[in-house]
């Protein structure tokens, strides 16, 4: 990699190499430090992820991490939309919308109770947000703010399921949507109390469960 004699960047092919915009730069150093922010978390606990600790883990300097973030509350919010934009159910919302209300429901489900041992990310928001109940919190707010979305998109899917028959119509979309949710959350503290935990025989119980309690019933019966 070197500079021509105008002093543009050139590849070591002789190629100029595209210039990085000061937006590209931000972004990718917001990335970083999220993750570092991630890794810290994860590895160490909520504690050791000072804005010192996630500067120096991700190779910028501490005064970096106040103005990307702001505040501890500026880094859970990154976090949270990290952590939700990287899981696997967010990346299967579109493929979900194109089966019924059920099977749409059920992939969710089951894609995150997979995720759930191995994902990085989700031990981290966990983590957080434990820390956040745990010290009654303002930060809390980030969280709930987080459940509710997560709540309308299940309730959503349930609505779908009542409407094309998939999902039996006395099941209240609400209802369903935070017992769900409430599953999730349940087996994602118990897996931080118990990291050996098996969840495979849980998660296939909770998915038959699931579609056992909310099946219409069958077509011409």
């Not at 995150?112 to 191995?118: D, K, M, P, R, V």
């Amino acid at each position: 990699m070197g500079l021509d004699r105008m002093g543009d960047r050139m590849d070591d092919l002789g190629a100029p190499v595209a210039r990085r915009t000061q937006a590209d730069r931000r972004a990718e150093s917001g990335r970083g430090l999220v993750q570092a922010a991630v890794s810290i978390v994860s590895q160490r606990g909520v504690g050791a992820a000072t804005f010192e600790a996630i500067g120096a883990e991700a190779g910028y300097s501490r005064s970096l991490v106040t103005q990307r973030f702001g505040s501890k509350r500026g880094l859970i919010d990154a976090v949270i939309e990290h952590a939700a934009s990287s899981f696997g159910p967010q990346r299967l919302a579109e493929r979900a919308q194109s089966l019924s209300g059920l099977e749409g429901l059920l992939l969710l489900l089951d894609t995150y109770l997979i995720e759930l041992s191995t994902s990085r990310e989700l031990r981290t928001y966990f983590m957080l947000l434990s820390s956040a109940v745990a010290e009654l919190s303002e930060l809390r707010a980030a969280f709930a703010a987080e459940h509710e979305r997560v709540k309308g998109h299940l309730a959503a899917l349930v609505d779908k399921g009542r409407a094309d028959g998939s999902i039996r119509p006395g099941v209240d979309a609400d209802a369903a949507a935070l017992m769900i949710g409430s599953l999730q959350l349940g087996l994602s503290m118990q897996l931080l109390v118990d990291p050996a935990m098996d969840l495979d025989p849980i998660r296939r119980i909770a998915v038959s469960t699931v579609r056992l309690s909310f099946a219409g019933p069958p077509a011409g019966g």
